[in-house]
């Protein structure tokens, strides 16, 4: 039974999650103080966090910020705020996901079921060998990415973006395929998400984000990882 960590001060918001995502098959640990939350993950080590951006006594991004200090967890953050500049804010701190309130409790779902197949189990991993184009070399075993030989640490959704696009390297992804295989098929959100991840990994891997030469976009399709 996955075990879920919900951080949320809405008590009507939290009571009615527990009992759909409990009829679901997960166990829900429920917290509305934005200081329990990271005691309350380092007791029960989750399997993934639901996070509320706003919240009394520490707010969301600062919980994302520290709980990616400490793990890589999947993180869906939920706000009531429409303004992408918030979205954008907790994928860089590193949120797997967000979904803007009001919202269905069958998205949520749909989300937090994707979420949880996000990371592969290491003994999957074991027989991966480095990939490696461009002068950006991933490798998945020790998740470690190099630029020119120098170390970059990434965040995990754009660690898994770029791994895939170094994969498959000199063909053309589409927005579609890129979002099934890094948030899976049944993703039920926009393209927003995955623009904001390929515009942080533009600053981490290129010369100048502006004129990327690793990253290409191939216009009305998707993107491509330049092999040269």
Not at 23 to 30: H, L, Y
Not at 78 to 100: I, S
Not at 153 to 172: I, M, N, S
């Amino acid at each position: 039974m996955p075990k879920l960590l919900l951080v949320e001060d809405e008590k009507s918001i939290a009571e009615g999650l527990a009992i759909t995502l409990e009829a679901e098959g997960f166990q829900v640990a429920w917290v509305k103080d934005g200081l329990d939350a990271i005691p309350a993950w380092e007791r029960i080590r989750p399997d993934l966090v639901v996070l509320d951006l706003m919240l009394p006594g520490m707010s969301g991004t600062e919980i994302c910020r520290a709980l990616r200090s400490r793990s890589d967890v999947p993180i869906i953050m939920l706000t009531a705020r429409e303004a992408e500049v918030d979205r954008v804010v907790g994928l860089e701190l590193g949120a797997d996901d967000y979904v803007t309130k009001p919202f269905s409790t069958r998205e949520l779902v749909a989300r937090i079921k994707a979420g949880l197949r996000r990371a592969p189990l290491a003994e999957q991993l074991e027989d991966e060998v480095p990939v490696e184009a461009s002068g950006v070399r991933v490798d998945r075993v020790r998740h470690e990415v190099e630029v020119e030989g120098s170390r970059v640490d990434l965040p995990p959704k754009e660690f898994e973006l770029l791994a895939y696009l170094l994969e498959h390297a000199g063909r053309v992804l589409t927005r579609g395929q890129l979002i099934d295989a890094i948030w899976g098929s049944d993703y039920v959100g926009d393209t927003k998400t995955l623009d904001v991840h390929i515009r942080r990994l533009r600053t981490r891997i290129e010369p100048d984000p502006h004129a990327p030469v690793r990253i290409q976009t191939v216009r009305g399709v998707g993107y491509r990882f330049a092999d040269r």
